[in-house]
């Protein structure tokens, strides 16, 4: 898995 990815991941789950 990439850490980019995962980051994005938890940011996008927030915003959401």
Do not use: V
């Amino acid at each position: 898995m990439n850490g980019r990815i995962m980051a994005a991941r938890t940011i996008g789950e927030d915003e959401l």
